[in-house]
């Protein structure tokens, strides 16, 4: 598993605007004159509880939390009385919410800590009602206040943000919970538990709440889907994870000179600034690379990379120094001229020609890059 804290502080910077939706104008909590409770039970008929706040499920990695909202969390259910297709019963007798099995599923996956969104007061148990009330509290500008707290999100490099879609949007509790944090420096992973809207509008209002960060897609479940979906939600969080680390260790190694070694001697190189360059730094910023060389036409030296890299040859005249990939796939230093289709690497800058001869023009030799 990747390790984020190294790459922290290259993660694209979100800023995070409060009080701003895309579809429903500016937003309140606990609006004046009316009590909280009243912003709940006013939609439909049924008594909210005020909630019991549960505490953060500690994981191995402390730089990712999984923060989410699931009615299972927010409701005063017994497994008797669930009929719902969004519940499923555990074998204990208690219920669990498919935004929560979902949200269990990237914890174990990133070993993350575990955190659920609690609202002030308890919603419905029966679905419909549920979505009545967000929808009612969604159109009216209120976000609900929260009742579970993170008290050190500036831990936190990478936010799974996981929630169900009511009335075709993002649920009111995960737009509290992008209220009460400044999510700066941070991204956020959206993975969403639906009944047939998909995703909906819910990356458009997480991006309009965090209109500077870093939010990537990551699956949306249907209630139909949820029981053979953990591989589906685990494949995208590796897919995700390698992504970050991928995009992590680019950051880090762009602004790096890359060493090259001809045997035991170091040369000095004027790299192109080219995407053929950028992927070859990528692979020395994993480890030094080490390509075997052959002699070829007393002119040059050529050797396998060991991967393709992206190229963009043109037809070329070299001379002694010049660094060129060859086929997309092999590495070229010439000691004398050629002229082919090349994609142009760099110049070696410190050695006259005959240094050059020298060392590439006495037998084969072995390179190493490495930053």
């Not at 074998?91 to 669990?96: H, I, L, R, Y």
């Not at 029966?126 to 579970?148: K, R, W």
């Not at 029981?227 to 992590?248: C, F, H, M, P, Y």
């Not at 190229?311 to 002694?320: A, F, I, L, Y």
Request: glycine letters at 8%.
């Amino acid at each position: 598993m990747y390790d984020f804290a190294r790459g922290r502080t290259y993660i694209a910077a979100a800023a995070c605007i409060l009080g701003i939706g895309l579809f429903s104008g500016s937003y309140t909590v606990n609006a004046s004159g009316t009590s909280g409770s009243e912003n709940y039970s006013k939609y439909t008929e049924y008594t909210p509880v005020k909630a019991e706040p549960e505490e953060i499920i500690r994981g191995d990695n402390e730089h990712i939390l999984v923060a989410y909202f699931s009615r299972s969390g927010n409701t005063q259910i017994s497994a008797d009385a669930v009929s719902s297709a969004s519940f499923t019963v555990n074998d204990d007798g208690t219920a669990t919410g498919n935004a929560h099995r979902m949200a269990q599923w990237i914890e174990q996956e990133t070993g993350g800590d575990l955190f659920l969104i609690q609202t002030e007061y308890t919603y419905p148990v029966n679905y419909a009602q549920a979505v009545e009330v967000g929808e009612g509290q969604d159109t009216d500008g209120y976000h609900p206040a929260l009742a579970s707290h993170v008290e050190n999100m500036e831990q936190y490099d990478i936010i799974y943000l996981v929630y169900p879609i009511w009335h075709y949007t993002l649920s009111v509790p995960a737009c509290a919970f992008l209220d009460e944090y400044n999510l700066s420096g941070k991204t956020i992973c959206a993975f969403a538990a639906n009944a047939g809207s998909r995703f909906a509008d819910s990356l458009e209002r997480i991006s309009e709440a965090e209109p500077d960060a870093v939010v990537i897609e990551g699956v949306s479940v249907s209630e139909r889907e949820i029981d053979g979906a953990e591989e589906t939600v685990k494949n995208r969080v590796r897919e995700i994870e390698k992504e970050l680390s991928e995009a992590s260790l680019a950051e880090q190694t762009k602004d790096q000179d890359m060493k090259l070694m001809i045997g035991e001697t170091a040369v000095a190189v004027a790299w192109e600034d080219n995407e053929s360059v950028k992927e070859l730094k990528k692979l020395a910023g994993e480890g030094p690379v080490t390509i075997n060389m052959s002699m070829y036409g007393g002119f040059e030296q050529v050797g396998a990379i060991g991967s393709s890299l992206v190229s963009n040859d043109v037809q070329t005249v070299t001379e002694p120094g010049d660094i060129v990939l060859y086929a997309d796939s092999q590495i070229v230093i010439f000691y004398g001229s050629n002229s082919w289709a090349y994609t142009r690497l760099g110049k070696i800058t410190d050695c006259t020609n005959e240094e050059l001869a020298s060392l590439l023009g006495n037998g084969d030799v072995t390179i190493t890059l490495s930053l």
